[in-house]
């Protein structure tokens, strides 16, 4: 048996905060925070941490920031759905990282940043939209 892929890990500075961002993003997310919190994402678990839960069981836990801790891409389902969940994000205050653009690759592509900074893009195949 190998392994197979199960659930992705993110370690937050603050799980409200965290909670709430990925709560924006339209994923069904507990009210409550909780030094560990599972959230379903679609065939994949996404798991957050707090800092203090990590360094509970790796005394060598020195926390990264920002760009490189681990990067989210959420595929919408359609250019004009990655337009607005951008500007509802952005307008709720969390920081843009890339406007959405037409990629020369054949996505309406865009990036956020989570509230500890990391990258979560929103990619839609085709280009404009409406």
Do not use: N
Not at 101 to 126: E, H, I, K, N, T
């Amino acid at each position: 048996m190998q392994p197979r892929p199960s659930a992705v890990g993110l370690v937050v500075s603050d799980m409200a905060a965290s909670l709430a961002f990925y709560r924006s993003l339209g994923l069904e997310v507990p009210d409550e925070p909780a030094p560990h919190v599972e959230i379903s994402f679609g065939a994949l678990r996404l798991l957050l941490d707090t800092e203090e839960t990590v360094a509970s069981f790796d005394p060598s836990f020195t926390p990264a920031v920002g760009a490189g801790r681990v990067g989210l891409a959420l595929e919408c389902d359609s250019p004009a759905e990655v337009d607005a969940a951008y500007a509802r994000l952005t307008d709720a205050g969390y920081r843009g990282h890339l406007a959405p653009f037409d990629a020369f690759w054949g996505q309406r592509y865009a990036s956020v940043l989570d509230p500890d900074g990391v990258g979560v893009d929103l990619f839609a195949a085709g280009g404009s939209a409406p």
